[in-house]
């Protein structure tokens, strides 16, 4: 059975630009899908590094990428240890770095992760679910002011406070426990689901989203993930919702920005240099072919950008 369908696989692939004998770390390394096109275009002298922190992703990207070898090393580990976990390779720069971010279709389909609201399950939504805190504990322990933070921040919801306020209210006789549980909650306050987006959809977005420190681990991994390439290696990054693509594109237009001192100086004095130039202009998305093979893929976008 396939872990996850990989998104925007040759565009990514392609504007990653593989070389013959390349190194290149594939830092959400899933069940493997644009891991092994890479192999396939660098070898068959290239490598590749694997990441993820969901110990199952890994069990599924070393069978898929068995018949590799020795060409490729997977680590349990957050894309945020990027610099630790190559260093501990003997390894001081790359050719390239991925990031397909979002959760796979196998930890959105595995009732127990409660990624869904569609499936009964625990509270949880923890990508690493060996450390940290859970969804249910946010809900439980979290106050109203900082739930209506979350919900309003993390999910771009209008009705933020309202829900927060619901959620104080019935915790202290009857804690959420369950993803069905909190999706009858939602669809209390804002009423029952129009068209195809579910009125849940975005609060587990911004729960899954704060539990896992996403937003701060990506500006961080970006960060990482420029300082680690070869001048000439490329940066691919997938995002699947407006935040993540936000954070992506005013990161490479900053890093595509050299001197910003005055016009009528006369010589630079802020010392800023250009670190990357941006490859893709307007992000990829996806086509109506792969959107109708993988409705998952329709928010998809990817950026490229090289080092100079």
Known sequence: MTYHTPVLLKEAVNLL????????????????????????????????????????????????????????????????????????????????????LGVSSRQFDAPERGFSFQREGPLDMRMNRQSG???????????????????????????????????????????????????????????????????????????????????????????SATRCLKAGGRLAVITFHSLEDRIVKQFFVDQSSGCICPPDLPACACGRKQVLRIVTRKPVTPGETEVHANPRARSAKLRVAEKL
């Open 133 to 223: 805190a859970t969804a249910r504990d946010v809900l439980r322990t979290a106050s109203l002011e900082e739930l209506a933070r979350i919900f309003r921040v993390y999910g771009e919801e209008k009705r933020a406070r309202a829900i927060a306020r619901n959620i104080v209210s019935v915790r202290e006789h009857d804690p959420l426990e369950t993803t069905t549980q909190l999706a009858r909650l939602v669809e209390r306050v804002l009423g029952p689901k129009r068209g195809t987006i579910h009125p849940a959809t975005r609060v587990f977005q911004a729960l899954r989203i704060a539990v896992n420190h996403e937003l701060d681990n990506l500006k961080r991994g970006l960060e």
């Open 17 to 100: 630009a593989p070389r013959p004998g390349g190194l290149y770390v594939d830092c959400t390394v899933g069940g493997g899908g644009h891991a092994r096109e890479i192999l396939c275009a660098c070898g068959p002298e290239g490598r590749l590094v694997g990441l993820d922190w969901d110990d199952q992703a890994i069990l599924a990207s070393r069978e898929r990428l068995r018949e590799f070898g020795a060409r490729v090393q997977l680590v349990r580990a957050s894309y945020v240890e990027l610099e630790r976990v190559l260093m501990s390779l003997g390894v001081t720069t790359v050719d390239g770095v991925l990031f397909d």
